[in-house]
């Protein structure tokens, strides 16, 4: 028994295994062990090895998709304990793998024969059995015997079916447990196989010959399926003619249902007694002078093709008078049969035409796969290429997955609805969009596209410059690393609403491993592209992303080099980010503007300058925008590096509402220098700009570095307007700067009638206020001066020169005079001179430190 089934492709546990290793020819041809374990390099060839005994294979046709999974020793190690319950042993060096019972590898030669041979059996039973339903109570002999036989094959190949392995349809991965594949026949076909093999015929006889029970001989045409497989297996093939195997399909097509239709219109007039056959449309069929009277008695082969000759007429309306139906039950049958005539012309016809016209779709793949073909033998590409690449062929063909095509003409809106449908779902349960925000999520689906890939499919290599980010729905991955001496081994799996990429397209860096397919998968893809002009805008969701990264939620690849790049990422984002919304805020793009804050921007952000949206809305002069902003809770006195608030941009500006608008909120200038900003205005001659300035609070007596206030600027250049702007906002005359010089004095200086006028006139205007002196005004704002008093004339040669002395500057000029005199013995009527030799009449114009001279009054 167990030479018999190794002889079939059957393998078990060690035995298989050491014929494996040690006979390359069955492990060439019986391809038997799909589950392909390595071993020690002595006992086992390589694949290289393997592949150029299959290199003199001059072209590839469509076959079913194989399961290649190419991972390292370790990582094959665990997939047959885990996946495939695979018992091992270790001798020495090998791993021998023991299988349980027997299973039987669908691609192996041996069952591929039997599987040719049952196909006959069924193209007999599937004609037969409405023939000896219709033609039969009772079979002869000799069809017994040959039935008999039948039933006993397909007998066997229920028994096959529990042994032999098969590809999951959901995972496309090849199932070889023994009890996995029992439970999956049980609950597919079984039933109606074990049926059909039973003898109704026997079972018709034992039963007393009840028309019930032979109705139940229909069963077995459930094997009809066998044929349909091996015509859809034949227009794959691109050896064979598609027109010549399609022409095939659609004869056989005709050719059974007037075959079985045949077998009814006799069946029916058997229903009849002999005594009423004259009430049946053969019985009261006449050709000629002859008469069908007594049809039973007539040969079979004639009665046969009778009936065939009515069914084809019939299915074809083309019928002459000459048969006719008689009773009501062949009235009825009739009608049912010609609406099916009429549904099958039409898929005739149909089918005719794409022929002509090449519209096929099935025609379409064999083209699109024969030029494939063609191309990957030109470029002798490796097996394992091609197989790739035609097996996801014929994947996206057996799936009917043409997302492009089918939402080709719908419109965007419309399209966009279908994916928030379809992939929404998904995306929500991803672990890398936690937190995000809906709007967010919205925009991904948008963007997605739907593909399928085979198990052993290679998505993305290690090292690789990644552009698309993907999104795993169905299957399961895994990340594979590939070290330096080109060693693998499995970092982890990915599993549904996982993703992969997403570290390579934030950070700008190479794919840290590869991705390999294991089941078979259905992903979601979005571009690089897309992704980050969806982030530019969402760029609060953008920090979610990257947090989650970073705390482990999506990805084990937590590093201090990955922490850095994300850093550097995240302070980029943010430089462009605040450079966009400023943008915004420039162009009085309101609506922009609202976008991106809505979108998580920050409007306290600054640029480069510490210049915020608010700082150029009012430089600008947008009411509206200033106004949106001070809604969402911005800092309107922040200042940027020059010390500038937005309250002083709008002001500087000539935005009035603006401004009006800042100081109803609370807003302040907060400027740094008053005095040097104040002097600027005067020295500009801007007018209104001071104006706005002294009307929103500045101290008019604002100084400089040099202690200057605006008002001495405007004395020095004599410009008049400005002084009389300055005055009427309460700027002092007597001020000092660091020389001791009052605007007074240089406004004296200056010569400028008008502007001296309008100075004394502000002098007298504010003495009068004070009740004290010009002096004490200036006592009270400045401290007790110094000079230097010398008993010599300035002009006097180096022997005539004296020590001098050091005192404060009294009040009066006679004071001074008189205290110098008396501390340098000096005479009474006396002077005071200047370095350059003037005489000083006013103890005002005496600086701090100043060297002065008493000589004697001559005049």
């Known amino acids: ?380 590409l490796g097996k394992d290429i091609r197989n790739q690449v035609k097996g996801h062929l014929r994947l996206q063909f057996e799936s009917s997955y043409t997302e492009a095509t089918v939402l080709k003409d719908i419109p965007v809106s419309i399209r966009a609805k279908i994916a928030h449908k379809i992939y929404k779902p998904f995306i929500n349960k991803v672990s890398l969009f936690e937190g995000c925000s809906q709007e967010f999520i919205n925009q991904i689906v948008i963007k997605l596209h739907d593909e399928l890939f085979l198990p052993g499919e290679v998505i993305i290599e290690q090292g690789s410059v990644v552009d698309q980010l993907y999104f795993v729905c169905h299957g399961v991955l895994e990340l594979v690393g590939i070290g330096e001496d080109g060693s693998e081994e499995t970092i982890s799996l990915l599993h549904p609403n996982s993703s992969f990429g997403e570290i390579s397209i934030l950070c700008n860096i190479p794919q840290p491993h590869t991705v390999q397919v294991r089941e078979l998968c259905r992903l979601l893809r979005i571009e690089k592209q897309s992704f980050t002009n969806i982030l530019q805008i969402y760029f609060f969701d953008g920090r979610k992303i990257l947090n989650n990264i970073l705390e482990g939620k999506e990805s084990n690849f937590r590093t201090k080099q990955l922490e850095s790049d994300i850093s550097i990422y995240i302070g980029k984002q943010e430089a462009e980010l605040a450079l966009r919304v400023n943008n915004a805020a420039y162009h009085g793009d309101l609506y922009q503007l609202k976008g991106l804050i809505q979108a998580g921007a920050d409007p306290n952000k600054t640029d480069y300058d510490g210049r915020s949206p608010m700082h150029l809305a009012a430089s600008r002069g947008y009411e509206d925008i200033t106004y949106f902003l001070i809604q969402k809770g911005m800092d309107f006195n922040i200042s940027d590096k020059f010390g500038n608030t937005p309250l002083f941009e709008a002001i500087k500006n000539g935005h009035d509402r603006v401004a009006s608008l800042l100081v109803k909120e609370g807003a302040s200038l907060n400027i740094d220098n008053a005095g040097s900003c104040l002097c600027n205005a005067v020295i500009r001659g801007d007018s209104d700009f001071l104006k706005r300035l002294l009307a929103i609070g500045i101290d008019p007596n604002s100084k400089d570095y040099d202690l200057r206030t605006p008002l001495h600027v405007a004395a020095v250049e004599g410009l008049y307007l400005m002084a009389k702007i300055l005055i009427e906002a309460g700027a002092s005359v007597f001020s000092r700067d660091r020389w001791g010089n009052t605007p007074l004095d240089e406004g004296h200086m200056c010569g400028n009638k008008n502007l001296i006028k309008l100075l004394d006139g502000a002098k007298s205007v504010q003495l009068s206020e004070y009740p004290e002196s010009s002096q004490e005004i200036r006592d009270k704002r400045h401290p007790h001066r110094k000079c230097t008093v010398f008993p010599y004339h300035p002009w006097d040669s180096e022997d005539k020169r004296r020590q001098g002395i050091v005192m404060w500057i009294p009040r009066t000029m006679e004071e001074l005079i008189k205290l110098a005199a008396e501390q340098l013995k000096c005479f009474v009527d006396s002077c005071i001179l200047s370095e350059e030799g003037g005489r000083i009449l006013d103890v005002n114009m005496i600086t701090d430190g100043q060297k002065l001279y008493l000589v004697r009054d001559t005049y």
């Open 1 to 380: 028994m167990s030479a018999g089934l190794n002889h079939l492709g059957l393998f078990s546990g060690k035995g298989f295994a050491s014929r494996g290793a040690n006979n390359p020819t069955l492990h060439k041809f019986s391809k038997v062990a799909f589950l392909d374990i390595p071993r020690n390099s002595e006992s086992v060839r390589t694949r290289e090895e393997k592949e150029k005994d299959l290199s003199d294979e001059e072209e590839y046709e469509v076959e079913e998709i194989k399961d290649q999974i190419e991972s390292s020793r370790g990582n094959r190690y665990i997939e047959l304990i885990n996946e495939f319950k695979i018992n091992r042993k270790l001798s020495g060096d090998r791993l021998v793998n023991g299988i349980k019972g027997f299973v039987i590898d669908p691609d192996n030669r041996w069952y591929l024969a039997w599987k040719h041979f049952i196909l006959l059996w069924a193209i007999y039973s599937s004609f037969f059995t409405p023939f000896e339903f219709a033609f039969f109570r009772g079979l002869p002999d000799d069809l017994f015997l040959l039935d008999i036989m039948g039933q006993i094959a397909f007998f066997v190949d229920i028994i096959i079916h529990f042994f032999l392995a098969y590809r999951d349809t959901q995972t496309y991965r090849m199932i070889s447990n023994r009890n996995v594949i029992a439970l999956g026949y049980l609950k597919s076909s079984f039933l109606f196989d074990f049926l059909g093999c039973l003898p109704w015929d026997a079972i018709y006889k034992a039963f007393g010959r009840k028309e019930e029970v032979r109705c139940l001989l229909w069963i077995r045409l459930t094997r009809v399926r066998k044929v349909t497989d091996f015509l859809h297996r034949m227009e794959k093939n691109i050896r064979i003619k598609y027109m010549f195997t399609r022409i095939m399909k659609l004869i056989a097509v005709e050719l059974y249902c007037t075959h079985t239709a045949a077998c009814i219109f006799y069946y029916l007039a058997t229903t009849l007694p002999p005594s009423q056959e004259g009430y049946t449309w053969i019985g009261s069929l006449q050709m000629g002078d002859y008469k069908f009277s007594n049809f039973r008695e007539i040969d079979l082969s004639k009665r046969y093709w009778i009936s065939l000759y009515w069914a084809i007429t019939t299915m074809t309306t083309v019928g002459y008078g000459d048969v006719h139906a008689v009773n009501v039950k062949e009235m009825m049958f009739i009608m049912v049969y010609v609406s099916f005539d009429m549904i099958l012309s039409a898929y005739l016809v149909g089918n005719m035409t794409a022929l002509i016209v090449k519209g096929s779709k099935t025609e379409r793949f064999r083209d699109k796969m024969t030029d494939l073909i063609k191309y990957l033998n030109r470029n002798k």
